[in-house]
Structures are given as C-alpha cells and as structure tokens.
C-alpha cells in the first residue's frame, strides 16, 4: 500500500491564500452582483515594462533561427543576467557578489522552501511572528516540526514575535537557533530592518554558527536611503548569511517568473560526521538535479530591467504602488485605524478594531465592503488582531477601496 508523507496532516489548514479564495468564490456565488476589489494577496496588476516586453519579443525572435535558438540553458542562469544581477543589485551597493554567487530560479517563494533539501533536518530553527506562512509550512511539510498548538505554533520552532507592543522589531533570540529567517521589508507588516538591527543578527550568526536565511523580496520599495537592501552590506553576511530575491514585485513578474538566490563561495555548514562543507557547491548540485533553470526568453526580460530605460520604467511601477501604499495609510487612518508599514514596502497592517479578530474583520470587509484583504492570524499567533491590505492593485480600484472603508 502507498505510504503518505504523514507531516502534510500535521498542517492546521488550508493553505492561506486558497483559503482566502474559497471565502471569497463562496461570497461571488452567493452575491453574483457584487463588485469585489481584491486588496489580499500580493499580485501585481500593472503591465510588464515595455524594455522587459521588447526584451522577451527579441528573444522570441532569435529563438524562431537556426542561430538563435536554444535548447537548455545552464541551471544557474545564463551569465549575461548573473553578471548583470551583480553589477547592479549588489556591488554597486558596496557588496562583495560574484555573478558565480548568484542562482536564477523561478521564484524566492520556490527557493526558501527548495533551501531545506541542503539543510539536516536537526537544525533549530527560528522564525518571526507573523511569518511568511512559506518558511513554516515547508519545515512542517519536510517533517522538521512537532505537532501544532491551539494557537497554531508548531513544536520544535522558536518564534520571535513582531507587534505593536516592540516596534515590530525582531528579537535576537535568548536560547541558541541554528537556521534562522528573516524578511526585511517585512512581509506581512510591512517593517523595516536597520543597519545596527541586521549587524546583531550577524554577529549573532556568526557567534552560534548559525545559518540567516534573509528574504529581501521588497527591497527595492525602500525609500529611506539609511536603510539597508541586502543582508551583504553587513559586514560578515558572507560568513552566515544565504539570500533570496525576485523581479515579481518590482517589475511585475509574478506571471512570467523570474528569481534569484545568493549562495556566498566559502559559507560553510556542519557534515554529520563534523567536517565543514560548503554550502554553495550542495546547492549548485541541487539546483542542476532538479532544476532545468528558468526560459532564456525570460532572464532576457529580466536582464531588460537593468538598461536605462528598463531601470526608469520599473521605478514608475514602485512608484505607483507606493502612491496606493500612501492612500490606503491615509485613509485608513482617517477612518480611526492604528496603520503601520506602507512606507518602505508595498503592504499597510492596520489593527483591526477593538472586540474584532482578524478572520471577523475580513468577513466585514467582504460582506459589506465588498473588500478582500488578508487576517493577520493566517500569518501567525502573533498577527492575531492584525490585518494586511495590499497597494498591488489599480489607483480607480485603491480609491473605490477606501471610500467604501470610510463609509463603514
């Protein structure tokens, strides 16, 4: 008889954000008039840059001849992008990035979870709450969990609360962890990282040989030009540090796919039997096992993003959706809301009135409102009495958003 992988059943639910959608297919079947403005999750809704579109045309082009074609690619990316990746993400940031340090993937989302296939299954682990639902479900899933609470927390995880009540700032741990996740700007809350906050975090890696596994998905939305991008401009993040980042949310690629992972040459892990492994040369072997590397006519939409005119039309784009950030902080706000984020990233958290959980208020949104945003409590225990709102969606539908908010 087939034997299942008994660590699915441990999961509470439901994935979030099907979650979200079975509520919200159940609402449009019952009230087939309603105009719902879908606030929740993070997709963008803007066209491709027109540089990344011309890019991807061209390649179709070459790939229609004899000489232009391509079969498979290298499953690292082709070097031209990685190059590219290096120049401009990174070393132009003062970060010592080798285009050899940097993957191409289908997507940060893949990566945080494909990372544990190169990591024991004996690491403690710590994550913030609220979290990227990702990071604990794929631990549960690869059975590196106990069973959940009541509250919804897995045993054998260490979790870092980030509300209100700490400035949703993370806390360095008092016990030793040896993976620990981190996403700066942070999803859900929309908080940002220092540079002295990271420097704790990287002095903590590297006193208790612990692995940072950094998310940095929203960097490009920051603004303030004190704070810090990458986990790299911290010195010594080459030493700890692996980091995830993708061209979903800054120029629009959620549809066509496109990432990236920094492996550091020289970060180190503990074999069983004590001797020190790299790390990189584990995961370029992962990667050309079970990766076949994302399309050439993709990475050469991304490679799109960093030309002039590339660079300008994917700062429209988090332009506009910053512009949506600042309207829905307004008013929300205006409306007797506690607000944060939305300054230095594409999403507001907002608490959700007094006597209100989090799923309670989603209800009330959808039901009269006829808004879609996603409960705090789907990211954590924590985010419990929180709630997220998305700026990914057109300024008619942002506006039309708030104005029937006000009118609640």
Known sequence: MVQLNGNYLKLKAGYLFPEIARRVKAFSEAHPDAAIIRLGIGDVTEPLPEACRNAMKAAIDEMGTHAGFRGYGPEQGYLWLREAIASRDFQARGCQISAEEIFVSDGSKCDSSNILDILGADNHIAVTDPVYPVYVDSNVMAGRTGDADASG????????????ANGFTAQIPTEKVDLIYLCFPNNPTGAVATREQLKAWVDYARANDALILFDAAYEAFIRDPELPHSIYEIEGARECAIEFRSFSKNAGFTGTRCALTV????????????????????????????????????????????????????????????????????????????????EQAPYVWLKTPEGVDSWGFFDRLLSQAHVVGTPGSGFGAAGEGYFRLSAFNSRENVEEAMRRVRAL
């Open 153 to 164: 927390r897995y045993g054998g995880l260490t979790y870092l609360p980030i509300t209100a």
């Open 263 to 342: 492996v550091p040459r020289g970060l180190m892990g503990n074999a069983a039997g004590g001797e020190r492994v790299e790390l990189w040369a584990l995961w370029n072997r992962r990667q050309c096992t079970k990766f076949n590397g994302v399309s050439y006519i993709v990475q050469r939409g991304a490679e799109a993003v960093y030309s002039p005119e590339g660079r300008a039309q994917v700062q429209a784009l988090i332009d506009f959706y910053m512009e949506n950030a600042a309207i829905l902080r307004r008013e929300l706000s205006a409306s007797g809301l506690a607000v944060y984020g939305g």
